[in-house]
């Protein structure tokens, strides 16, 4: 069966500081990988998604990036955390091919 | 651009009520919508996932049913248990009319569900 991980669970960062949440899935072969945030009273929001190796897309304009190296890890970092960026990021997957979403169980980041 | 939205934003209802949660979305041309469940602090699970050649779908207490020519679904619960209280979203890709991906899921802000023993 597949299983995603998803860490570190909770972290607590200061401005200007880098990221690093990182994403693993087990049980398949080139999944499509997504990276999605959630804020306070806004919903889930894609920030980037991937269906192979090197191929990343991104949703919204920021100061994060994505990237995916190996078939089934997805990153996603930022040289200079912002206030702005806290939040609680999920990972998710779906079949290639497919939009049926399994999710990790989130990264609660907070930016002090 | 696809837009989904869900009301009620909250609900409270006492232990064995029935109760229907609603979601409705702008783009009607979408292959498919889920449903899912959101415990506090926690990730998103898979409750439901309707093929828009379907109407409805059924799990155990949850029937959810989609009606693509007017945007909407619906989510019923029947006899309610504390234990279902959570967020429940629903979310759709983007619709074939505004050049949307199937890839690409918009999620509505979800409705956070209180069942009172």
């Known amino acids: 069966s597949q299983t995603i991980h998803q860490w570190p669970a909770t972290l607590v960062q200061p401005v200007g500081s880098p990221l690093s949440l990182e994403c693993t899935v087990e049980?398949?072969?080139?999944?499509?990988l997504y990276w999605y945030r959630q804020a306070a009273g806004r919903g889930l929001q894609l920030l980037f998604y991937s269906v192979g190796i090197g191929q990343i897309s991104s949703e919204v304009p920021q100061n994060l990036s994505a990237s995916r190296p190996q078939d089934r890890q997805f990153i996603l970092s930022s040289k200079k955390l912002l206030l702005s960026d806290s939040g609680f990021y999920l990972c998710a997957w779906s079949h290639s091919g497919a939009n049926v979403l399994t999710f990790g169980a989130g990264s609660r980041l907070t930016v002090l | 651009k696809q837009e989904v939205t869900q009301i009620p934003a909250a609900l409270s209802v006492p232990e064995g009520e029935n109760l229907v949660l609603n979601c409705s979305f702008t783009?009607?041309?979408?292959?498919?919508l889920q449903w899912f469940r959101q415990d506090p602090g926690k990730g998103l699970t898979s409750l439901l996932l309707i093929q828009s050649s379907q109407r409805e779908q059924t799990s155990g207490r949850l029937n959810a049913s989609l009606d693509k020519s007017s945007g909407r679904s619906t989510l019923y619960i029947a006899a309610s248990q504390p234990g279902d209280s959570a967020t429940y979203l629903c979310?759709?890709?983007?619709?074939?009319?505004?050049?949307?991906?199937?890839?690409?899921?918009?999620f509505g802000k979800g409705t956070l569900l209180t069942v009172n023993p």
């Open positions: 783009d009607s041309a979408i292959y498919n």
């Open positions: 979310a759709v890709p983007g619709g074939q009319n505004s050049g949307g991906s199937n890839y690409k899921l918009t």
């Open positions: 049980g398949t072969s080139n999944p499509n």
